[in-house]
């Protein structure tokens, strides 16, 4: 299958459609706050946009660093229709058009899933914190 570029769309016009998947990736994220809602305001606002493409779609927002004011372009939420096959991959040259686009200097990532840092460092990304949490 050939690569066709994610496009943007109106979160209203697929909400039932990705809904699940949204809940099924916050449902695995500890402590996390966020519900699907949240993510459909942020789009619903223009505050987060949403891609959808054959594979699967993606949240995207900027993100601007408190006191250096840098912005990057924030992967919030991932999901491909047929995971572990790096579908990601796919989309590299794709995102990082859109960063440059939106006068971001970095694209910013986060994943629970213990894998994907392996194969992110392999390609070229860093990590830059690990966050560690306790209920109290």
């Excluded at 987060?48 to 408190?66: K, N």
Aim: hydrophobic fraction near 40%.
């Amino acid at each position: 299958m050939y690569f066709k570029e994610p496009q943007l769309t109106d979160i209203r016009e697929v909400w039932e459609e990705i809904r699940g998947p949204i809940n099924s990736i916050l449902s695995e994220i500890p402590f996390c706050k966020v519900i699907p809602e949240d993510i459909y305001s942020e789009c619903v606002n223009k505050r987060a946009e949403l891609y959808v493409s054959s594979r699967g779609f993606m949240v995207l927002a900027i993100d601007t660093e408190f006191f250096s004011k840098t912005r990057s372009l924030l992967i919030w939420i991932a999901y491909v229709h047929e995971p572990g096959k790096h579908n990601w991959q796919k989309h590299v040259e794709w995102v990082n058009r859109v960063a440059k686009e939106a006068g971001c200097e970095y694209i910013k990532a986060q994943s629970v899933v213990p894998e994907m840092e392996q194969y992110a460092v392999a390609n070229g990304w860093k990590v830059t914190e690990r966050i560690y949490m306790k209920e109290v």
